[in-house]
């Protein structure tokens, strides 16, 4: 499987929990493409913990619970394949899943052939009750071969957290995409501090190895499974912008049949979701005043255009946080400058940005704009 581009999709855990069944699936593929979600590039479902029965089969094959899936699996495959989509499932690498469920410890191969015989194209592999005496990386590698060798094309979504030296064998055993922290929260501190604890990791993240900096919170507002006091607006619109700046995966975890317009607006722009999809996938190499936690980023892009980011990470007060474009290389002769666009609002400035661009930004937002370097004179 080659993954050019990080995933984009939606994953029952954030919302749901264990409350999941066939008809959130199908309702929720239905109102994904309903809502333009499919089009804007979200095309993976994915069926997090606790789908499957709490034992085996006889054989030792993992089944659906007949109960929440009363067709199976490969019937929601079918399903959501003739609707243009892809299918998602979770296992785990320990004996148990982090919710007790049946996990793949020593049914590694077995398990990846109920995968692809259900016509799955996507393994969210967890971490809970692997043996400490084995190395993380073991797992992993045993998983990805068990998925080389069922057949067919899967692509390998490895959760262990950022553990185990995790960065030093993720691209060896062939992880498509790699949460690289603990589980996020619905509120505005977990997500800052899941953002800027993967900063300096970035630029390992590239084609075919994605940081997935965890599920979306946007949109959830406190309801659900990873309730955690919510967000306001802005801080979802700032959540948005920076795992787009960050090119993480997006994968949508609130509840998409009862999305409210603001929330879809902002999963659908399409400024930032180019930014997450550029093809050149540069790490965010430039950052400017970390301290007073104001934080401003660029990111070159694959058309030559770079991405700018500025962030004031404060709890209490406004702040004008800049980007100086020197620091990107920009001659400060006055001879240069840079022509941008909001990527919140698509408007193209008139005016040309000569040696930085600034924001007065409130508590927990973000602006991102997009542009080229033009000659004044
Ligand atoms: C772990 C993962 C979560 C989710 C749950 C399911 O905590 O990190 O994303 O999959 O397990 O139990």
């Known amino acids: 499987m080659t993954v050019n581009t990080p995933p984009m999709g939606w994953n029952t855990w954030n919302t749901f929990g264990e409350n999941i069944s066939e008809d959130l699936i199908i309702e929720t593929c239905d109102a994904m493409i309903e809502k333009g979600l499919r089009d804007a590039g979200y095309t993976y479902v994915v069926i997090d913990d606790c789908w499957s029965c709490r034992e085996r089969d006889s054989e030792g094959r993992l089944r659906a619970d007949p109960e929440k899936f009363p067709h199976g699996i490969k019937y929601l495959a079918d399903y959501v394949h003739s609707k243009g989509m892809k299918l998602g499932i979770y296992s785990c690498c320990g004996p148990k899943t982090c919710m007790g469920y049946p996990g793949s410890l020593d049914h590694e191969f077995i398990d990846a052939r109920f995968f692809a015989e259900s016509e799955v194209d996507y393994l969210k592999y967890d971490w809970c009750y692997h043996p400490r005496i084995i190395e993380g990386r073991v797992f992993y590698n045993r998983m990805k071969m068990a998925l080389n060798a ?60 994605f940081n997935d900096l965890d599920m979306l919170v946007c949109g959830m507002n406190n309801k659900g499974n990873v309730s955690a006091g919510g967000c306001s607006f802005e801080e979802y619109k700032t959540h948005f912008a920076l795992w787009c700046m960050a090119q993480s995966p997006l994968m949508i975890g609130c509840d998409v049949r009862n999305i409210d317009d603001q929330t879809l607006a902002l999963l659908k722009n399409p400024e930032l979701i180019a930014i997450d999809q550029d093809p050149a996938v540069r790490p965010v190499v430039f950052r400017q005043w970390p301290w007073m936690n104001m934080h401003s980023y660029a990111k070159h892009l694959a058309n030559g255009e770079y991405a700018f980011a500025l962030v004031n990470f404060n709890d209490e007060d406004p702040q004008t946080v800049s980007y100086c474009f020197a620091e990107i290389g920009l001659p400060l002769t006055g001879e240069w400058g840079f022509k941008l666009r909001d990527c919140d609002t698509g408007e193209e400035f008139e005016k040309i940005f000569e040696d930085k661009v600034s924001a007065t930004l409130q508590p927990h937002s973000a602006r991102v704009f997009r542009g080229r370097p033009v000659r004044i004179r």
């Open 150 to 209: 069922s057949g067919r094309d899967i692509v390998f979504s490895v959760c262990n957290w950022g553990q185990d030296g995790l960065f030093d064998w993720i691209r060896g055993v062939g992880g498509d995409l790699y949460r690289s922290t603990g589980d996020i929260s619905d509120n505005f501190t977990s997500i800052r501090e899941i953002f800027r604890s993967q900063i300096d990791n970035l630029p390992l993240s590239g084609p075919n190895c």
